[in-house]
DNA sequence: GCCGGGGTAAACACCT
DNA sequence: CAGGTGTTTACCCCGG
C-alpha cells in the first residue's frame, strides 16, 4: 500500500544503519574512546535516561579499567594464604632493602619541606608512570585513564608496571624524603602517602590528580586541592563515608583485616596501624609488586588470547594483534589507531563525543569472549547466533553497554525477554521494558523512536511474548517455550557442530558462559558431563544462543561479579564490576581471576547448578 | 537464487 | 487531537 516509503529500506537511517557496516576491533577501540569521552564529560547521559545512581559514572569508567585493582581486591585475589606468603616473602626482601639503604623510620616531626619535596617527587613520579602508562596503552597492555580531570581514574597500573617510573630505590627515596614526616594526623594525609592506597585510586592519568596528599597545597596548574574530590572519583565509587582500604567492617590493610566498627574507627587504626613507617612501606611496595606481578600475568594471558584467537583466525588481518587487545582496558587507546587498525576498511565512525558508536554494531563484544566472533566484518546477527548468549555477554560487559554507545549484539528480542526475566514476576509493561533498554544500554538512550518501534514489532511478532491483560494495563511476559522453539537452536540442531567447534578449539569443555546457556535452554548434550568440563574456551564458544540468562541480575544486585573462579585466566582482563548501590563494590570476595580477567562468566544461580567443577585451564 | 531471521520504517487501529 | 500501545506489512541485509 502506502508502505512504498522507504525504498533504500531502513537502511537510509543515518543513525540506525540495519545492517552492515564496518564492524570490528576497530570499532571496539572507537567505543572504548567514546567512553573515555564520556567519562571525561562526566555528565554522562547514562544518567539521565537511564536512572542509574549518581555513582553510576565514575564507577562504571572505573570499571573499565581492570588495572584498578585495590588493595582489598588485591586481597581478594590472592588468596589470605598467598597473599600472606607473597607479603611476607617480598617482606623480607624489601625490609633487606630498606635496611641497606637506611631508610630511616618515621620521624616524629611534623611535616615540612620535605613532605613538600615528596610530593614533587610524587608528582614527577606520576608523570613518569604516566608517560608509561601511554607507552602501555599503545602496546595494548593498560586502559587508558578512564577519564579525564573529572573522571575517576584507574589506579595503580603505572606503579604497578615493572618499568614504572617508581621502582623500589625511588620508592626507598621517597620515603627517605618524607621519613622526617610525622605520621599523619588526619586519613587525609594518611591517605596520601598511603601509596597503595592513593596512588591506586587516584590513579596517574593527571598530574593535578596526584595532588600530593598534603591537602593544602596547590599545585601549579591553579587546581586547588583535590585529596576530597579524588577520593571521590576512586573508581570505586567510594562514598562519602568509605575509604578504599575500609570494607566490610575490617581494614584492607594487606595482611591486616583489623575490625573496625565504623570508618572513624578505622581512620583511627589506619593512622596508628598503618602510618607512614617502614613497615607500611614495605608492604606497600610488596603491594606495588603484586599488581605489578598481576600485570605481567595480564599481559601474558592478554597475548595468549591473542595468539589463541589468531590461531583460530578470528583476526587474521590484524596488523598488531597483540598490541591491540581487545579487551575494553588495553584498548582503550585513541581514536587515532583506530582508523589505522579497522580491518573492514570502512570509513571510521565519528568519534566525537556525541558521535555513537553505533555505525560499528560489532563494538559490543570488546570485552567479552564473544569478541572473537564479532571480530572482522561480522554482522550482529551473526554474533547474536553464534556467540555469546546475552547473558554472560550482558553479565561481563554490561558495564560497558551501558556506557558506551555501542549497540548491544544481541537481538531485540533476546533483550526483551531478559528484562522481562530479569523482573520478579518475569513481566513488564512496555514503558518498562524502554526503561531496561535505556537502563542497560547507551545505544538505546537515542534513536528512540527507532528501537521502541522495534521493541513493539518484536513484542507483537514473536509468540514468544506474551501479552497479558493487568489491572493496571498490560503486561509482557515471556513464553519460555516458544521462545526456544523461537529459533531451531541451531546448536540442538547439530551436535557435530557443537563437538567440532570445541575440538577445533582444542577444549575439552564448553565454557561456564556457554555451559549456563546450554543449561538455560535445556540443550542435553551440552549438559553432558564431557562437554562441560573445562573452560577455557571462555567466550569463544558462546555457540548458539543469544538468549539471556539471568547472570545479569546478579550482577545488577551484587555489583560484582560472583565469586567464581574463572577458569580463563587469558582472558580479557577487564573487570567489569557494576557498582553495588550500597555495598562497595569490592568488599565482596572475587576470585583473582573473576577480578582480574572480565571475561569471566557470571553464571546465575541456576548455572552454578549446573556447572561443574571449574578447572583450572592447564 | 531462495529462504528465514532479524532490523527498520511506516501505516493503521485502538485506547487514554 | 496527541501520544502511547499494538499489530501488521514492506523492505532490506545477511547467512545458510
Not at 578449539?505 to 568440563?533: D, H, K, R, V
Request: charged residues 15%.
Amino acid at each position: 500500500t502506502t508502505v512504498g516509503g522507504p525504498i533504500a529500506g531502513g537502511r537510509a537511517s543515518p543513525e540506525g544503519g540495519g545492517g552492515g557496516g564496518g564492524r570490528g576491533a576497530k570499532a571496539l577501540q572507537v567505543a572504548r574512546q567514546f567512553l573515555l569521552q564520556q567519562a571525561a564529560g562526566l555528565s554522562s547521559p547514562s544518567s539521565n535516561e537511564g536512572k542509574q545512581p549518581a555513582v553510576q559514572v565514575p564507577v562504571s569508567v572505573a570499571m573499565m579499567s581492570p588495572q584498578m585493582i585495590t588493595p582489598q581486591q588485591m586481597q581478594q585475589i590472592l588468596s589470605p594464604p598467598q597473599l600472606q606468603a607473597l607479603l611476607q616473602q617480598q617482606q623480607a626482601i624489601m625490609l633487606q632493602q630498606v635496611t641497606a639503604h637506611r631508610l630511616p623510620f618515621v620521624s616524629q616531626q611534623p611535616l615540612g619541606n620535605k613532605q613538600l619535596a615528596f610530593q614533587q617527587q610524587l608528582l614527577q613520579m606520576q608523570q613518569l608512570q604516566q608517560q608509561h602508562l601511554l607507552n602501555l596503552q599503545r602496546q595494548g597492555l593498560v586502559s587508558l585513564p578512564a577519564a579525564g580531570a573529572a573522571g575517576p581514574c584507574p589506579p595503580l597500573m603505572a606503579v604497578s608496571h615493572p618499568h614504572a617510573a617508581v621502582c623500589p630505590s625511588d620508592l626507598q627515596q621517597l620515603w627517605k624524603e618524607v621519613t622526617a614526616a610525622q605520621p599523619v594526623e588526619d586519613s587525609i594525609k594518611q591517605e596520601g602517602l598511603d601509596l597503595t592506597t592513593n596512588t591506586s585510586n587516584s590513579t596517574s592519568f593527571s598530574a593535578a590528580k596526584v595532588s600530593p596528599p598534603i591537602s593544602h597545597h596547590p599545585l601549579p596548574n591553579g587546581q586547588s586541592t583535590m585529596h576530597t574530590p579524588r577520593r571521590d572519583s576512586s573508581s570505586h565509587e567510594e562514598t562519602p563515608g568509605s575509604h578504599p582500604l575500609y570494607g566490610h567492617g575490617e581494614c584492607k590493610w594487606p595482611g591486616c583485616e583489623t575490625l573496625c566498627e565504623d570508618l572513624g574507627q578505622f581512620v583511627k587504626h589506619l593512622n596508628t596501624e598503618h602510618a607512614l613507617d617502614d613497615r607500611s612501606t614495605a608492604q606497600c611496595r610488596v603491594q606495588m609488586q603484586v599488581v605489578q606481578q598481576l600485570e605481567i600475568q595480564l599481559a601474558k594471558e592478554s597475548e595468549r588470547l591473542q595468539a589463541m584467537m589468531a590461531h583460530l583466525h578470528m583476526r587474521p588481518s590484524e596488523p598488531k594483534p597483540f598490541s591491540q587487545p581487545l579487551n575494553l582496558v588495553s584498548s582503550a587507546t585513541l581514536s587515532k589507531s583506530t582508523s589505522d587498525t579497522f580491518p573492514d576498511g570502512l570509513p571510521h565512525p565519528p568519534t566525537s563525543a556525541t558521535a555513537p558508536i553505533t555505525p560499528l554494531r560489532q563494538g559490543p563484544s570488546v570485552i567479552s569472549s564473544s569478541t572473537l566472533h564479532s571480530v572482522g566484518p561480522i554482522r550482529r546477527r551473526n554474533s547474536e547466533k553464534f556467540c555469546t548468549p546475552i547473558s554472560s555477554e550482558l553479565a561481563q560487559n554490561h558495564e560497558f553497554y551501558k556506557n558506551a554507545d555501542v549497540r548491544p549484539p544481541f537481538t531485540y528480542a533476546s533483550l526483551i525477554r531478559q528484562a522481562i526475566l530479569e523482573t520478579p514476576d518475569r513481566q513488564l509493561t512496555l514503558n518498562e521494558i524502554y526503561n531496561w533498554f535505556t537502563r542497560m544500554f547507551a545505544y538505546f538512550r537515542r534513536n528512540t523512536a527507532t528501537w521502541k518501534n522495534a521493541v513493539r514489532h518484536n513484542l507483537s511478532l514473536h509468540k514468544c511474548f506474551v501479552r497479558v491483560e493487568n489491572v493496571k494495563g498490560a503486561v509482557w511476559t515471556v513464553d519460555e517455550h516458544e521462545y526456544q522453539k523461537r529459533r531451531p537452536p541451531k546448536m540442538t540442531g547439530s551436535p557435530t557442530l557443537v563437538k567440532n567447534m570445541i575440538s577445533g578449539l582444542g577444549y575439552g569443555a564448553l565454557n561456564a558462559s556457554y555451559q549456563a546457556a546450554l543449561a538455560e535452554s535445556s540443550f542435553p548434550l551440552l549438559n553432558s558431563p564431557t562437554m562441560i568440563n573445562t573452560s577455557s574456551a571462555s567466550g569463544m564458544l558462546h555457540v548458539g544462543h543469544d538468549d539471556v540468562s539471568s547472570t545479569v541480575e546478579q550482577v545488577n544486585s551484587n555489583g560484582s561479579s560472583s565469586p567464581r573462579l574463572s577458569p580463563q585466566q587469558y582472558s580479557h582482563p577487564v573487570h567489569v564490576k557494576e557498582e553495588p548501590a550500597e555495598a562497595e563494590d569490592d568488599s565482596r570476595p572475587v576470585s583473582l581471576l573473576a577480578t582480574a580477567t572480565q571475561n569471566v562468566t557470571i553464571p546465575d544461580d541456576r548455572d552454578l547448578e549446573e556447572e561443574l567443577p571449574v578447572e583450572d585451564l592447564s
